[in-house]
């Protein structure tokens, strides 16, 4: 235990604040396994609440660093206005020197500077440790699992369908209809059996959630690790012809998913912005260049502002040409909620150069995103493809768009794990919306119910649609 311990509490110097953040996912890369096995010895000693606090410790290193960079001084600020403020200036400059390349820090900076800012720093990052503990004062219930079957171990290992993972290196929002093929289908029917019986049946029974529901579902929030984290856990259940009644997740709970504990702590420690005045940001790219043309996005766009205007939302609509970087990122520092009905790519050289296809050949990036100072953000929407995707190299960092948006202050979004349908889209987002609109002023809070009800809706409409089209879409967040 004392060897994990030692191990866990290096991961800031590993990850070492002064440098550019690929370089610290690339020695990063190795550590999940260490992690993970940190928390199974906690186990075997008894200690869950150990082993959820070297899991949070080990998860999403990077995105804990720029949030400890960014916790307001507000306290501090009122008590030491003077350290409060060298606390800032040295925050703002570690986070600067993470955004740039070796090439741009070597040109930019003398080698002494960040060596000295990063120890001055090292306080900041020993906050995170602190935040984690404060957020275990809680019971940690242990719910063992018995040992995994061959059917979940082979499903987790090495069964993901070839047909998802070559959706997964897409970078295209489909228009038309996509078709399943039934050994795709079967393939997809014995996963989602497999992470039921062998994970999310136990896990719903272990917190009491034994009983189907029909309304006031109660929510769940799926922090996970390791190779699950590109699982549809949300999805989880029995499936086809012989299903039995309730035998899906969704039946008992509406499902969120959270990057880590600390932002979940983070999402509910920032209030919710007042909704008078709200503004809402809109933004439609069908024709990114070198991409096949998805008109389906003016129509998911139109859906939007006539039920937004309609209870007096003002949306600013950028559309085409006018979806500049640029515009984007000024229009998103003064709206509330963001809409986003566009291409999406995965980068899976450069993690953090994955992005939203906007004008011409721009991209909004997740480099782009993480650098926004958004104090107005609350709630998006990302109906593009490969949003919510990570990367299989940094299974613990959640190096992906819906996780940026996260830490760039949005405290709870809808994304996507992989392609979706250009005909679809429009749809989920029209019931969504006037879900959440319902109610006066709106509540993003009800984004999971939201998405909940316009999944059930979509398949009432076409029961035997194919998991590709529907599963992809995730909550994540508060």
Known sequence: MKAYQVALDLLPELA??????????????????VVRDAAACALEAKEPEKA??????????????????????????????????????????????????????????????????????????????????????????????????????????????????????????????????????????????????GIVKPVLDGLAFSTPQTANKPRIWWCLTGPLVFFPIHAAGIYGGESKIRSKVS?????????????????????SVSYKGLHMLAVAQPAASGQRHIPGTKTEINHIKDLARAKGIHVITLHEDQATVAKVQKEMQKCQWA?????GVQDVATPTASGLLLAGDSCLTLANIIQLPLPEADFAFLSACHTATGDEKFQEE????????????????????????????????????EHLLQTSPPDPIKAAEALHLAVEKLLEKSPKKSFLDWVPYIHMGI
């Open 251 to 271: 039946d008992y709970v509406i499902s969120s998913y959270t990057p880590s504990v600390t932002a979940l702590v983070e999402g509910y420690r920032r209030q």
């Open 16 to 33: 070492w604040l002064g440098l550019p953040i690929p370089d610290r996912h690339h020695h990063l890369r190795e550590v999940s396994l």
């Open 398 to 433: 959640s190096v992906h768009l819906a996780a940026g948006m996260l830490l760039a202050g949005y405290r709870g979004l809808i994304a996507t794990m992989w392609t979706i349908e250009d005909q679809d889209a429009p749809q989920v987002a029209k019931d969504v919306y």
């Open 52 to 197: 959820v606090e070297w899991l949070e410790q080990g998860r999403a290193v990077i995105w804990g660093q720029m949030l400890n960079l960014r916790t307001p001084m507000d306290a501090l600020m009122e008590q030491d206005p003077k350290r409060a403020h060298e606390l800032l200036s040295l925050s703002s400059q570690l986070e600067r020197l993470g955004m740039q390349s070796n090439t741009e820090l070597q040109n930019s900076v003398h080698q002494s500077t960040p060596q000295s800012i990063a120890a001055q720093a090292h306080h900041v990052t020993k906050k995170r440790q602190k935040l984690i503990q404060e957020g275990l004062d809680d019971q940690v219930l242990h719910i063992p699992l018995e040992d995994p079957s061959q059917d979940l171990d082979s499903a987790v290992g090495r069964r993901l369908p070839k047909s998802l993972r070559e959706l997964a290196g897409r970078s295209i929002r489909l228009e038309g209809v996509r078709e399943g093929d039934s050994t795709t289908e079967n393939q997809f029917e014995s996963i989602l059996s497999a992470l039921w019986l």
């Open 339 to 343: 809409h986003f009905a566009c291409h």
